[in-house]
């Protein structure tokens, strides 16, 4: 099929399954969407098991020429960060910069080697022979919140702007230096990189510190343009050139993308709607990004529940797969409560802060899409088996409980 016909594929079964979701299920369209394209792709691969295998024949055949690494990591990611990042308030961010920035970094490291030792410690017991390095380069993928489920789900729970902007922020900044770490363990592990403090700091400052440089640069420059223009076609063509753009420009220096476009996000989304443009071109603007949000989020989430149509489970991946489930969670917990109560010293927090961090951090399809950029392998094949048993659980199971979560818990006088 070619890419065009694979597109609209995509996004007519999204509409269809928003549909119903919407008529049936009333769950948040985009968990709603995942549910029932899980639950279809199941219903494919039951029937494959009595014989019926032209329907799962079918949908592994798309499902295969899709590369959800690719289309995610090199594609939607991009838009999808910019335009979360746009509705971020940067007045909130900066009050919030310690918390977040800790989170992002030293919360991203520590949940990757605690994961990757449970991990361990894990595959030993069940049987499954996986190195310590495969083990690292599972918790560095399982680190990160995603962006994508988290700003989903925050626009209809109700919390504060200092809630939020927590993290939403945490989420926006920690997946750029996830996939940092995530690429610095591959090198290692599948290319043989050298195990050096020095190469790690040097790969480290190159993509993170240079993406948010490259960011803010071409962030600036756009800024500039858009102060001289009074047409909202115009300047909406400017901000998908920047994220396009910027993307394509990044990668191909080796920097990281997500955090360049979130900082270019940031700069278009307080900047450049305050300063840059009128408030009829700002409300076009909102709309655009919040459509193309919405357009991708839905494939996005389409795609996550028929991906289980091409993953091979079994008994001991199952169990392997629960019991992380809960280790990853562990992991959040500790990975948010050791940067919370140091800076308690400092500032007062939301009562019920770890809580609240700790069960909206829903994991998401960057961790099955850096799954899948593994070289095909025995070792890899488990991984993506087991990251998507986390991902499924962690985004039926908290992104529809933490929206109650945030509203028991949270006092409009706390940040």
């Not at 991009?78 to 971020?88: D, E, I, K, N, R």
């Not at 380069?137 to 626009?155: C, E, M």
């Not at 025995?378 to 990251?387: H, K, L, N």
Request: include cysteine; proline fraction near 3%.
């Amino acid at each position: 099929m070619s890419l065009l016909s694979i597109t609209s594929l995509l996004i007519t079964v999204s509409a269809l399954f928003a549909y119903v979701n919407y008529r049936t299920l009333k769950l948040p369209t985009t968990i709603g969407i995942m549910v029932i394209s899980l639950l279809f792709s199941v219903v494919l691969v039951v029937l494959g098991k009595f014989g019926l295998n032209t329907g799962v024949d079918i949908a592994r055949d798309i499902v295969s020429q899709i590369q959800f690494d690719e289309a995610l990591l090199n594609g939607m990611l991009s838009f999808l960060l910019f335009a979360g990042a746009m509705h971020v308030d940067l007045t909130e961010l900066m009050k919030s910069k310690w918390i977040i920035g800790l989170l992002a970094s030293f919360g991203v490291v520590l949940s990757t080697f605690l994961v990757a030792g449970a991990a361990y410690l894990v595959f030993s017991l069940v049987g499954i022979d996986m190195p310590f390095l495969f083990c690292l380069l599972f918790g560095s993928l399982i680190a990160p919140t995603d962006p994508v489920a988290v700003l989903g789900v925050l626009k209809t729970a109700g919390a504060t702007k200092s809630l939020e902007t927590k993290i939403a922020g945490e989420s926006l900044f920690n997946d750029g230096v996830a996939i940092v770490v995530f690429i610095t363990i591959f090198g290692i592990a599948i290319k043989g990189d050298p195990l050096s403090a020095q190469h790690i700091a040097v790969l480290f400052l190159h993509e993170a510190v240079g993406g948010a440089v490259f960011g803010f640069v071409c962030g600036w420059i756009v800024l500039q343009m858009l102060k001289t223009v009074d047409s909202y076609h115009i300047e909406i063509l400017l901000t998908l050139a920047l994220v396009a753009g910027g993307a394509t420009g990044a990668a191909a220096l080796h920097l990281s993308a997500p955090i360049a476009v979130v900082v270019a996000g940031l700069m278009i989304g307080n900047h450049g709607k305050k300063g840059a443009m009128s408030e009829l071109t700002a409300q076009h603007l909102d709309t655009f990004w919040e459509l193309v949000d919405e357009i991708l989020n839905a494939v996005l989430f389409l795609i996550i529940g028929i991906e289980v149509v091409l993953i091979v489970f079994s008994g001991t991946i199952w169990i392997a797969g629960l019991v992380l489930t809960f280790c990853a969670l562990a992991a959040r917990m500790l990975a948010v409560s050791i940067p919370v109560t140091l800076l308690k010293l400092r500032r007062e927090f939301h009562p019920h802060i770890i809580k609240i961090l700790t069960w909206g951090g829903l994991r998401g399809g960057i961790s099955v899409a850096l799954a899948l950029s593994i070289p095909p392998s025995e070792q890899r094949d488990i991984i993506v088996a087991i990251t998507y048993i986390i991902v499924v659980i962690s985004i039926v199971l908290q992104g529809l409980t933490i929206g109650r979560l945030i509203k028991v818990t949270s006092q409009p006088d706390q940040a």
